[in-house]
């Protein structure tokens, strides 16, 4: 099995920053991609960033040239940097990841999420 765990959540001030960060562990041979998605009361989950091992990225567009993703390939982790943020992105922070196991099988795993609210 392989368990996702984000970490670094919080209350930021419009403007702030933060990151947060997700480990995975657990029987993985090799993670393909990994995305941040996020879902706040009444909306559906949304997809905010995602990265594949070779550093192909993506961005959703309302958070273009706020936010950075990046991927550290030998702790199996990955990270979210955010910046100017603004009250619309409170939400909590969910982390996906496809992932090639060593029983040889490939499955999509979900963390728990972490919240990120922004406000004054």
């Known amino acids: 099995q392989v368990q996702l765990v984000e970490s670094g959540g919080g209350l930021v001030q419009p403007g702030g920053s933060l990151r947060v960060s997700c480990a995975a562990s657990?029987?993985?041979?090799?993670?393909?991609?990994m995305a941040w998605h996020r879902q706040s009361p009444g909306n559906l989950r949304e997809l905010v960033a995602s990265i594949t091992s070779d550093g192909s990225i993506n961005y959703a567009d309302s958070v273009k040239g706020r936010f950075t993703v990046s991927m550290d390939n030998a702790k199996n982790t990955m990270y979210l940097q955010m910046n100017s943020l603004k009250s619309e992105d409170t939400a909590a922070y969910y982390c996906?990841?496809?992932?090639?196991?060593?029983?040889?099988?490939?499955?999509?795993?979900w963390g728990q999420g972490t919240q990120v609210t922004v406000s004054s």
């Open positions: 657990g029987s993985i041979f090799r993670i393909s991609r």
């Open positions: 996906n990841a496809d992932v090639w196991t060593r029983a040889n099988s490939f499955n999509s795993y």
